[in-house]
């Protein structure tokens, strides 16, 4: 362990590289420390105590590798460098720093946390002297709150977030109650640091967290509701306490609003919450409390013109379905839309677009995942955008709602919970949203289920497209989809090679990653199929696959940080700094820097540094959820039994592919996860009964009332 004052910082992100004097000796380290590592990036003038490894980089020479950073608050005559490089002592240079340094000495440290300017100003001036006390409280409370999170076991990155949070309050929030680290860690180390710290086992400080953390167990399984019987059974085995004392911290836990009772089942505050705004503004809507702006549809519209218009322009006909899913979304205040693959959702919303623009509306459209919202764009030929884009460019005044506007939520059966509550949140009252999915597809990956819900809901206008195009029923595909759809077992022939529709490879366990290269070989290498695998670990999992790929291709590639040119890569994570989504797809294009690779992302040449490979994947094989919202022509499916293997993950996987897909493994687990109720249908949710409490409350208050009580929640 070295102390070393940052000298200055040459790259930061993820993690950083920068240059440190250590202290004694002198010496100047260049020094990496990852994300993992250092809990954020340092500031020039800081004093960190680094460990790690020193290692010979090709272009830079040695530089320490570190495996742990804690910041300090300096000592000594360290605070000359700290006073003279930091931001936080603007306008204070070297001269003035070692003239305080000359003038206080050792009592320089028990003046500057008396908070008091006073001493300095002689040598400084007021204003200096007020910047000095105010920069010193700001460095020695960072400091503080880290080695405080650090000596309690907490590791950076979960410091980092919880500063993010709690800012320089972060200690005393913690010492008042230690169990607010429930939101960023498990109960076992959380229940441990608090018990460290004096808390009693019978404290309701405690058995109120206890409740919170069966909460948040639930909902990392996707629910949001709990049989009250399976829930105390829960909060028993998480106290370590028997029956009575598990009602009593129940009881805690409802007096305190950690949860409520809903139906015949408890819920925690927040996904209640949620819930209950996204069924009471959704039945508004439906009901017609919200009245779109006059001049919405600034002319009625004629349909069948409409769709001659568009016949003429695209060269498409639109048939009864979809001329009347085009007229509902056009006119309905609310809609879903849904159907499988091949019926043409995409046909009715660039129909959509027309006849909304017709009349003199305008349309924002957006998706969950960056590559959905980019197959929404070049679909429709007009704008779309992510989820998380949205939100972001309402929040930061870059994308204006106005009433009457239509919101178009493509690929909607992947939306979460807490996301559709983020867009609904947005939308003024009076616009109008249109949802188009297929809730037979994987329900989405994040807690609740909305779309599906509301699918289901009577009181929430769909329409269900069923006729499938000539085109998309040649191959084959939507006809086997169907089958999976419905819960029925196609008849699969056995592979032939390449030729349209599905077909299946039988292969056991340890078979399936040799039989998928034989099958990526003969459809004519990696560059025309995508595999695409329920899990990521395991002998056939997406990793595997992926590393077997890796050493089979690429030997005698250039290659760097792991990558060789011409791979494919997946990104894992939301960028915005990168311009990057979780899920966009790309192919290494350079990797002759020791530093960083080259990607083409989907048409975007990217320079992605070491220090974000993390955030990045290879990509011969993909699990389902990523695939999600994307199309490729061929599509190989990996089939062995797994919790994860059910209908909607073998409908959502089959019906990625355009042109041929081939399923390898077990032909019993297929048939197994076709037969057996979709996963979707174990979830969990009060939604369906938020949704029927809110229709009878608009029944028995009155549009009117609706209308006033829930444009009070904006």
Known sequence: MTQVVVENVLWSG???IFNGIANGTGAKHRIVASRLV???????????????????HPKYGPQVEASSATLLRPSGRLIVGTIAKSPAFRGIGEVRANRLWDAFGEKIYELLDTG??????????????????????????????????????????LARSIVTIYGPDAVKALEDNPYRLLAFSAWGMVDALARSMGVALDDDQRRVAAVDAVVYRRLQSSHTVCDEAAFTSQLRKTLGCNAEAACEALGAGLNAHAVIRVGQGLQGLGPASMERFIAQRIVAMASGAFEPEQGTLRAPVDFDRIADEFRSREGLDLNSEQRKAVQIASTQPVCCITGGAGVGKTTVLRAVHAAIERSGGAVIQMALAGRAALRMQEATLRPAMTIARFVKDVDNGRTALDRGQTVVIDEASMVDLPTMYRVLRRMQPGSRLVMVGDHAQLPPIGFGLCFHSLVAAENVPRIELTQIHRAAAETGIPQTSVAIRNGSVPNLPKYEGRRPGVTFVEASPQEITERVLEVVNDLGGVAESQVIGAVKAGRAGVRTINTMFHELLTPGRVESGGFAEGEPVIWTVNNYDLGLMNGSLGTVISAVDPDSIGVDFEGADMTIPHTDLGDMEHAYAITCHKAQGSQFRR???????????????????????????????????????????????RRETGMEHHLCQAHEGALAEGVGVAYSWITGMF
Request: charged share 20%.
């Open 38 to 56: 250092m809990p954020r990036e340092p500031v020039p003038g800081e004093v960190w105590n680094v460990s790690g490894v020193i290692r010979k």
């Open 116 to 157: 008091d300017p006073a001493p300095f100003i002689d040598l400084l001036g007021g204003d200096l002297a007020g910047a000095l006390v105010e920069g010193w409280k700001a460095i020695s409370v960072d400091a503080a709150v880290y080695q405080w999170l650090d000596r309690h076991g907490v590791g950076p990155a």
């Open 635 to 681: 599509v190989i499916v990996p089939v062995l039994p797994s919790r994860l293997l059910d209908r909607t993950l073998l409908y959502t996987a089959v019906t990625r592919a355009r042109e041929q897909v081939v399923l390898i493994g077990n032909r019993q687990a297929f048939e197994d996860a076709v037969k057996a109720p979709p996963n979707p249908s």
């Open 14 to 16: 993820r993690g950083a």
